[in-house]
């Protein structure tokens, strides 16, 4: 009996630590989603409208177009994504919430009878999310030292903003591609490929000095590797066409 009541309260204290999309002020819808085309269906645009009347703020892939906040710590925000379900005469999908270690915070499921895709899709879209409560965010600084922060997975060029400037942009090339790093208060950094605009990785420091965990933003699907800096050379391992492993260098101009 005792350790069936301990487990009740470890449970229970689970429970009420868990992260929720409530508690979370910004979400990303991005331009296409896991299993339907750029707004098919008008979904992008559907779903944008239902958080929104939850008060969230909805936010774009590109980072430069952030608030200062999220900006600066992009711990704050989460990514919605979504799925088709499979369900026989019946539009079925999945409205997923991740967050920035990749855990899903929430997955919430809605079906529809309507036969018409359109319709259908978007009906499903509003009874997965009924139940979801309105935006309800803890202030900026309890999320940045909270136990399970968010971030985003896809990340496009952060806007330089004065807490960027402060910590210094350096430029690395390894001869093909040339890369700005842009240093955030929490310790990790961002390179961002000077050819796109976009965010090439993201480096997140490890217990060991000089070892990152990395987060490399791909066409092909984003990845997690490892990564060094030795506050000149930067080095990451990345995964080569044939799938093979080989670690590349970017020298600081």
């Given at each position: 009996?005792?350790?069936?009541?301990?487990?009740?309260?470890l449970?229970?204290?689970?429970?009420?630590?868990?992260?929720?999309?409530?508690?979370?002020?910004y979400?990303?819808?991005?331009?296409?989603?896991?299993?339907?085309?750029?707004?098919?269906?008008?979904?992008?645009?559907?779903l944008?409208?239902l958080?929104?009347?939850?008060?969230?703020?909805?936010?774009?892939?590109?980072?430069?177009?952030?608030?200062?906040?999220?900006?600066?710590?992009?711990?704050s925000?989460?990514?919605?994504?979504l799925?088709?379900?499979?369900?026989?005469?019946?539009?079925?999908?999945?409205?997923?919430?991740?967050?920035?270690?990749?855990?899903?915070?929430?997955?919430?499921?809605?079906?529809?009878?309507?036969?018409?895709?359109?319709?259908?899709?978007?009906?499903?879209?509003k009874?997965?999310?009924?139940?979801?409560?309105?935006?309800?965010?803890?202030p900026i600084?309890?999320i940045?030292?909270?136990?399970?922060?968010?971030?985003?997975?896809k990340y496009?060029?952060?806007?330089?903003?004065?807490?960027m400037q402060?910590?210094?942009?350096k430029?690395?090339?390894?001869?093909?591609?040339?890369?700005?790093?842009?240093?955030?208060?929490d310790?990790?950094?961002?390179?961002?490929?000077?050819?796109?605009?976009q965010?090439?990785?993201?480096?997140?420091?490890?217990?060991?000095?000089?070892?990152?965990?990395?987060?490399?933003?791909?066409?092909?699907?984003?990845?997690?590797?490892?990564?060094?800096?030795?506050?000149?050379?930067?080095?990451?391992?990345?995964?080569?066409d044939?799938?093979?492993?080989?670690?590349?260098?970017?020298?600081?101009?």
């Amino acid at each position: 009996m005792k350790n069936f009541i301990t487990a009740l309260v470890l449970i229970s204290f689970s429970m009420l630590n868990a992260q929720q999309i409530s508690d979370y002020k910004y979400i990303v819808i991005p331009e296409t989603f896991s299993d339907f085309k750029t707004n098919q269906y008008h979904l992008n645009t559907y779903l944008k409208n239902l958080l929104e009347r939850k008060d969230y703020q909805i936010l774009s892939e590109n980072v430069q177009e952030w608030p200062a906040e999220a900006q600066q710590n992009t711990c704050s925000v989460l990514k919605a994504d979504l799925k088709k379900g499979k369900s026989l005469l019946k539009n079925k999908l999945d409205v997923s919430f991740t967050d920035c270690q990749q855990k899903t915070i929430a997955n919430l499921e809605g079906t529809s009878a309507v036969k018409e895709y359109d319709k259908g899709y978007q009906e499903a879209v509003k009874i997965a999310v009924q139940n979801v409560k309105n935006q309800n965010a803890k202030p900026i600084e309890q999320i940045k030292n909270s136990e399970t922060p968010v971030e985003i997975v896809k990340y496009e060029e952060p806007k330089v903003n004065p807490s960027m400037q402060n910590s210094g942009i350096k430029a690395y090339s390894n001869g093909e591609i040339k890369l700005t790093k842009s240093d955030l208060t929490d310790g990790s950094f961002f390179l961002i490929n000077e050819s796109n605009s976009q965010i090439y990785a993201q480096f997140f420091p490890s217990s060991k000095n000089g070892v990152y965990r990395v987060k490399v933003t791909d066409p092909k699907g984003n990845y997690e590797t490892i990564g060094f800096f030795d506050g000149n050379n930067l080095e990451i391992e990345i995964n080569s066409d044939n799938n093979q492993k080989k670690l590349i260098q970017f020298k600081q101009l």
